[in-house]
Structure formats: structure tokens, C-alpha cells
């Protein structure tokens, strides 16, 4: 050792290279080899998962459909100036009338139209009735054939709108997932009485954390109940705590919503041994406790199962160190058995966390509208309303909100000490 | 209880202990814990000397009988509240504490003041030779090092009482050996009461005051080292503690403390101290230590013919493995010295002994 540190300079191999980069070179083989174990799943994951996924965040900006309905009216819109109270003159409607005519050729003027309208609502009928006329205009003075089918056409908030979002990129859906927009005097929140995302989001938020509260405080006693049993019972145990995992989401969330509606198992065993009157039932559904009740059973395990591990992990030696040293049961747990744990909660508060806040089915299923959550939100931004610029723009929110949390809770607790075992 | 209990710190009485309620793994423990003593459990894995110090540590409940810790009965009483002092086999340091910290948990559980506190953990940490480590998570420690924090904080609270389990079993020859000695150090100089469990013999006699030699649940003999080895009172002990040599025959007379036998394999008539041997007509195990055989003296009493068949020189001594009788495990110390001639291989010589180093006991 001490000849080779004696030398000034890097470490040599044999032939006068640097030991570092003969050392990379011999690894390199290897790790080659390795790299194509894992080639096929690699692929795979980009292919199905991670192209989709990136495809549909970037539907978040993406704002290519109005410069390409309307090429040239964009190219002389950008002449017009925004702040006058006037509509632009006959230039720009005469653009629009040969870009019209080739989108209601291709039947692109409706897609654009409801496009525009989550930005002004009203523009979507606008552009279908505009379609349906254009090819019977005749040639010339075609601003007054224009607001003569739509007195709309004369709207500076119309045109207004369309120049804001002529470009390639938005930041619209973006503002919108968080209940703002830019107006004419730049970026404000939209109307008290429409917010709603930044309300949800924080609502996904606190239940999820109630979630996770109920779940380690539930879960930490059956984990340890399972980590110190005898093998023979641990097991039937562990079978009890996976049970759930061989039943289909869905019918467990239908179970709970057997037993917690108003005429369900639990109200009528209440209700049967006098503890609720009959007219006054409990509502245990279509709320934020029927989400949480069934939440919590759902995502147990999530948090059984690292806290049993790490419990393992914990030797019953500690404890009994800590009783022969003179501390009773309580200190003992607290000071001595619990710490040792905290990896445990640790990864499963985690993972509780991270599932619930991206939940859908059972919100949806048992929340009500006071129990959904933003997930709910983008759901019906996919498949309802269509709108999946919006859904997009609130996956990235939530997906970036997450992201934030952890970087939070590494400061807080480090990430070095979740342990899944 | 009877005058002068006060003198054992701990008594065990008629203990048993089963924990399937089928098998007895404790079945009959009696045992008395001087004062200041170095009491060793001593036996093979599985005889039962880790669940006697969890019953005296009060981890266990004993099945029957009664355990005393100064005179009194403490079947009911809690381990956190008995002050004995414990080591683990495996250190149980706790890793989410500094050493310092492990050291001031005793002392903080009972209500001491930082300040007592910090001066008796820096003296405990001196005494250990370890004053600079208090910073230091147990993971950062060597093994030996764990140890003696571990020693340090079974007595950082000043017990009367010390239990220690296998303490030193994961440690390597060299440092063993030096723990032993640090170890039976601290006893000396504190007073304490030390109850020790190993599975190794050397182990047990350097360190002891009294060893207890443990096997199938009872204790075969309690005794001094220097007498567990010289005057072994079963084939058990024998066997267990030093090397042996064992000749199988048959008692044919008594005679006081003389017993006179007939080797089964060669029909030799020899005598040897009737230490539990039964009476005329019975079976007995003969023990004689390799060191106490006399070789190459036809005049030697007791002599009987061996056939060398291993010699291994070993600098003090040759250590020489001969056929005697039905056994080819008889094995002989023979000391390098001028006055034994060199022995050969397949060379067959007498061999005998004194009576009294030979030993009648039972058959195993
Ligand atoms: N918690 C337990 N439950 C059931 N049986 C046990 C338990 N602990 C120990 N035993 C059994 O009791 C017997 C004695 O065990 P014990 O741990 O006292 O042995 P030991 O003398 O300390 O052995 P070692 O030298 O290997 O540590 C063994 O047969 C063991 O299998
Ligand atoms: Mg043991």
C-alpha cells in the first residue's frame, strides 16, 4: 500500500495506463452484458409506458391545432393590435375565409372550435356555424358576410382570444389546473364561484393524509402482532393481511359500499341494537369519511407490509436490553422499540401516501362529490368532457405536487431511512 | 429462609422450566450465587444455560420453583425493576443511539441528572478504554469495541449483579482472549457479582470462581476449575472439560476408596479411586488425564501394553495417539525432555498410571 500511494499521480495498472480507465475498460464487457439482460423490459417500459405518458403530458402545452386550422389568419392577426376596441379589418377576414374553407373541407373548424372554447365558451358554436356557411360566401367584403352569420365575428374578445392562443405552446391548460387564466390584464384567478381545481387538489392532499394517519395508526399493531408471533400463526396471519390483494378492486370497493350505505350493514346493525335511530342513519357514503373508511382498508396492507419488515429486522434483544436496564414497557417501546421502526412508517406512509393521492375507482365509487378527488377530476377530463390538454395539465400538477412532497420529506426525515426491509 | 441467605446474592430452588409443556428444558436447578463471585455457566448448545439466565433476568417465568436475588423472592417481579445487569450475546446496543447515549439510557430511566450522568458515562467509557467514542454510532465500532460498550453499559448503573450471555462468542481467538482478561479486570476491581455463560471451556476455567457445568437441563458438577478438572465426579464432566482418555470395564471389587476393575477389551486388571462407580459387578467408565500416564516404564503400576500411532510434536510436548486395548483415541502427553527417549510410530511400550489419577465413573 504504501509503495503505490508513495508515487505521485494517478494509480497505473501494469502496461502504464491509468488504473482507473483499465479498470473501466474490463468492467465495460460486463456491464454491456448486463444492459442486455435488462434491454427487452427497458424497451418495453419506453414503448408502452413511458412514450404514452410523455406524449400525453406534453398535450399539456401543446397548442399546434390553432396554427394549423388557421395558418394564414394567425400570420395576419399578428398585425392587429390586441388592446384596440375594434375588430380586425378585411385582411384578416379575408385569411380567415380561405382558412375556413379548407377546414370545413377537412371538418377540422368543429376541433378547433371546441378548442377555443375552453378558453371563451360560446367560440365552439361559433366556428360550427361559420363551417357550415362558408362555402356559399361570395368573394369580397367578407368582414360584413361574417358577422352577418355570426354577430360574434365583431367580438374584440373573440378575436382577442384567438391571438392569444395562436401560438404553437399554451400555458392555458396549465393555468386553468390551477383555476387561473390569463385575461386582458394578464395572469388573474377565474371567478370565485368556478374554482375548483386548487380546491380539489388540497382536498386530495388532506385526505390523503388522513389516509395515511389511519392507516399507520391501524396498521402498526397487526404489523407487530405479525413480526412477533410464532411462525405457524404469523403465517395465517400474513395470508388474512394479503386476503385482500386476490380480490378484485372493484369488488371490494362494492362491498364497502353494501356496508356503509344508508341501508346498509352497518347502518342496520346500528340501528338494530339501538345505538342510531332509524330516520337519523349515519351517512357513512357519498362523502369524504365513506373515501376515507374505504380508502384506508384498500391501502392497509401498503403499509402492513414494509412495517412488518423492518419490524423483523428489529431484534427482541433491544427491548429486553432496554427492560434489563431499567426501563418499564412504555419506555422501552418508546424510546428503544419505536425509533427502530420509523424506517418502517417511513416507507409505508410513503407509499400509502403516494397510492391515495393518485386514487380513483374508490372515490369515485364511494366518495359523493364532497369524497372525489383531483383524480376523479382528470378522469372526466379524458373520457367526458375531452378535454385532455386540461387532464394533462392536472396530471403534471399532481404529478410534480408528488414529486415536491418527497423532496420535503427527504429534508424532514431523509430518504435513507425508509426501509422496505 | 434460613440465616446467612443473605450471603447469595442469587439462590435457585428446585427450578424447572418448560416452555412446550411437554419437554422439561430446565429439570432440576439448584444453585447458590456468592457474593462478589465469577460463576460460570458452562455446557453444550441447547442445555438449557441461556433460558436459566433469561428465568434470573425475568424474561422467562420459571415453570416451578423459586428464585432469590438477595434473599428475596423475585418470581413476580419485573425485569426492569430487578437491577441485574445483562450483556447479549449479540451486544443489543441500540443503533439509533451514540454510544454515549446508550450508556446514559439506564442512568436516564432512573431520573439521574445530566450531569451525574455524563460524569458516570465518561467514567464508565475510561474504564472500558474507549473515552473517545461516546460520538459514535454502534455500527461505527469494531466487534470488540461493541463489546465493551456493551460491558459498560451492563454496569454503568452500578448493579450488584452482571449477567452475561456468550458476551465474547463473536469475537475472534485473539481478541477474546483479551477480553477475558479485561473482563475478569473489571470484576476484580468493581466487586460485582458476575454470572457467565460460554460454551468454551478454556473460556470458562481462566475466568471463573466457579463453573457450573450444565447438561440435559441439570447441572452435572459446580465446582472450582482446578477441581472440575482434577477430580471430575461423573464421565460427563470428564469428557467435557480437558482432554480425557476412557477405558471401558467392569468393577470387581470395593475396597474403601479404591476400586479394583477389569477392562473390557484386554481383560488387564487395573485399580483406580472409586469416584461413582456403583458397586462390584457394575460397568464403569475410566478416566485418566493424557498428561498423568506414565509411558515406557515396565515398572509402572497399573501397566498395560499401548501401539503408538500418531505422534505430532507440539514444541513443550509430543502429543502421541496410541492403541490401547479396543481404543485407538488413547491419547498421551509425552513431555520434551531428555529423560523419554524418542518414541516411534507402531512401537508398542507400556503404559500405566498412578491410582489415584485414574477415575472410576459411570458409563454415559
Ligand atoms: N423461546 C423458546 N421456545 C421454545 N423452546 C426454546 C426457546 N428458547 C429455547 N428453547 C429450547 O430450550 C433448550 C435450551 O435452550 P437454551 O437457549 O437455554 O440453550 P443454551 O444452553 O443457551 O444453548 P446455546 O449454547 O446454544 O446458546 C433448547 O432445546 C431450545 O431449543
Ligand atoms: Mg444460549
Not at chain 1, 221 to 227: E, N, R
Not at chain 1, 267 to 294: C, S
Request: net charge negative; hydrophobic share 45%; proline share 4%.
Amino acid at each position: 500500500m504504501s509503495d503505490t500511494t508513495a508515487q505521485s499521480g494517478p494509480m497505473l495498472a501494469a502496461d502504464g495506463t491509468p488504473l482507473k480507465v483499465s479498470l473501466a475498460r474490463a468492467l465495460r464487457r460486463q456491464k454491456l452484458r448486463a444492459l442486455m439482460l435488462i434491454a427487452p423490459l427497458f424497451l418495453f417500459i419506453v414503448i408502452t409506458f413511458l412514450a404514452p405518458i410523455g406524449d400525453m403530458l406534453f398535450r399539456s402545452v401543446e397548442n399546434a391545432i390553432v396554427p394549423d386550422t388557421l395558418p394564414e389568419t394567425v400570420a395576419v392577426l399578428a398585425d392587429w393590435d390586441a388592446s384596440s376596441e375594434e375588430a380586425p379589418g378585411e385582411d384578416v377576414f379575408t385569411a380567415l375565409h380561405a382558412d375556413l374553407l379548407i377546414a370545413a373541407e377537412e371538418k377540422t373548424h368543429t376541433r378547433l372550435g371546441s378548442r377555443l372554447n375552453y378558453e371563451m365558451p360560446g367560440i365552439s358554436s361559433l366556428f360550427r356555424k361559420s363551417g357550415r356557411k362558408v362555402d356559399d360566401m361570395t368573394p369580397g367584403n367578407y368582414k360584413e358576410q361574417f358577422i352577418a352569420i355570426d354577430k360574434d365575428w365583431g367580438n374584440v374578445d373573440v378575436w382577442r382570444t384567438i391571438k392569444r392562443f395562436s401560438g404553437d405552446y399554451t400555458a392555458g391548460y396549465f393555468l386553468a389546473s390551477i383555476d387561473a387564466k390569463i385575461g386582458h390584464d394578464g395572469f388573474e384567478f377565474v371567478d370565485e364561484d368556478q374554482r375548483i381545481y386548487l380546491f380539489l387538489l388540497w382536498r386530495t392532499i388532506v385526505l390523503s393524509v388522513a389516509i395515511t394517519l389511519t392507516c399507520t395508526i391501524l396498521g402498526y399493531p397487526v404489523a407487530w402482532i405479525l413480526a412477533n408471533l410464532p411462525l405457524r400463526y404469523s403465517n395465517l396471519l400474513m395470508i388474512l393481511v394479503l386476503l385482500p390483494f386476490w380480490t378484485s378492486l372493484l369488488v371490494r370497493t362494492s362491498a364497502w359500499i353494501v356496508l356503509l350505505q344508508q341501508q346498509g350493514v352497518i347502518n342496520d346493525t346500528l340501528v338494530a341494537i339501538g345505538l342510531v335511530d332509524d330516520l337519523n342513519r349515519l351517512e357513512l357514503m357519498h362523502n369524504q369519511t365513506g373515501t376515507i373508511i374505504a380508502m384506508t382498508h384498500i391501502l392497509l396492507p401498503f403499509m402492513i407490509l414494509p412495517l412488518y419488515s423492518v419490524m423483523k429486522t428489529v431484534s427482541p434483544s433491544y427491548v429486553r436490553a432496554a427492560k434489563s436496564l431499567g426501563a418499564n414497557d412504555w419506555t422501552a417501546f418508546w424510546k428503544v422499540y419505536f425509533p427502530n421502526t420509523v424506517p418502517g412508517i417511513g416507507a409505508g406512509a410513503v407509499l400509502v401516501f403516494i397510492l391515495a393521492i393518485g386514487y380513483y375507482i374508490t372515490p369515485e365509487l364511494v366518495g359523493g362529490t364532497s369524497g372525489i378527488f383531483i383524480s376523479n377530476r382528470i378522469a372526466y377530463h379524458i373520457s367526458s368532457s375531452l378535454n385532455w390538454g386540461l387532464a394533462a395539465a392536472l396530471g403534471v400538477v399532481l404529478l410534480s405536487m408528488i414529486l415536491i412532497l418527497y423532496w420535503v420529506y427527504d429534508k424532514i426525515v431523509g430518504i435513507d431511512n425508509v426501509k422496505l426491509g | 429462609m434460613e440465616a446467612g441467605a443473605q450471603d447469595h446474592i442469587v439462590r435457585f430452588e428446585n427450578v424447572q422450566k418448560s416452555y412446550d409443556g411437554e419437554t422439561l428444558v430446565v429439570k432440576n436447578f439448584n444453585i447458590d450465587i456468592d457474593r462478589g463471585e465469577f460463576l460460570t455457566m458452562l455446557g453444550p448448545s441447547g442445555s438449557g444455560k441461556t433460558t436459566c439466565l433469561m428465568m434470573l433476568a425475568g424474561f422467562e417465568p420459571a415453570t416451578h420453583g423459586e428464585i432469590y436475588l438477595n434473599g428475596q423472592p423475585i418470581n413476580n417481579v419485573p425485569p426492569h425493576k430487578r437491577g441485574i445487569g445483562m450483556v447479549f450475546q449479540n451486544y443489543a446496543l441500540f443503533p439509533h443511539m451514540t454510544v454515549a447515549e446508550n450508556l446514559a439510557f439506564p442512568l436516564k430511566v432512573r431520573g439521574m441528572s445530566k450531569a451525574d450522568s455524563d460524569a458516570k458515562v465518561k467514567r464508565a467509557l475510561e474504564m472500558v478504554r474507549l473515552p473517545q467514542f461516546g460520538g459514535r454510532r454502534p455500527a461505527q465500532l469494531s466487534g470488540g469495541q461493541q463489546q465493551r460498550v456493551a460491558v459498560a453499559r451492563a454496569l454503568v448503573f452500578e448493579p450488584d449483579l452482571v449477567l452475561m450471555d456468550e458476551p465474547l462468542g463473536a469475537l475472534d481467538k485473539n481478541l477474546r482472549e483479551e477480553m477475558q482478561f479485561e473482563i475478569k479486570h473489571i470484576h476484580e476491581s468493581l466487586g460485582v457479582s458476575v454470572v457467565y455463560v460460554t460454551h468454551d471451556q478454556s473460556e470458562a476455567l481462566t475466568m471463573s470462581n466457579r463453573i457450573a457445568v450444565f447438561n440435559d437441563g441439570i447441572v452435572q458438577q459446580l465446582a472450582a476449575p482446578e477441581v472440575l478438572y482434577e477430580q471430575p465426579e461423573n464421565s460427563f464432566v470428564a469428557q467435557f472439560i480437558g482432554e480425557n482418555n476412557k477405558l471401558s470395564g467392569t468393577v470387581t471389587a470395593v475396597d474403601g476408596e479404591t476400586a479394583q476393575v477389569t477392562l473390557k477389551s484386554t481383560g488387564d486388571k487395573v485399580a483406580a479411586l472409586a469416584v461413582n462407580c456403583g458397586g462390584k459387578g457394575d460397568e464403569t467408565l475410566l478416566s485418566i488425564r493424557p498428561e498423568r500416564i506414565i509411558i515406557g516404564d515396565e515398572n509402572a503400576p497399573n501397566k498395560m501394553s499401548g501401539k503408538v500411532v500418531e505422534l505430532i510434536y507440539l514444541g513443550d510436548h509430543i502429543r502421541c495417539r496410541m492403541e490401547v486395548g479396543d481404543s485407538n483415541e488413547f491419547i498421551v502427553k509425552v513431555p520434551n525432555s531428555h529423560a523419554h527417549a524418542a518414541l516411534k510410530v507402531g512401537e508398542v511400550t507400556p503404559v500405566g498410571w498412578v491410582t489415584e489419577d485414574c477415575r472410576a465413573l459411570d458409563m454415559i
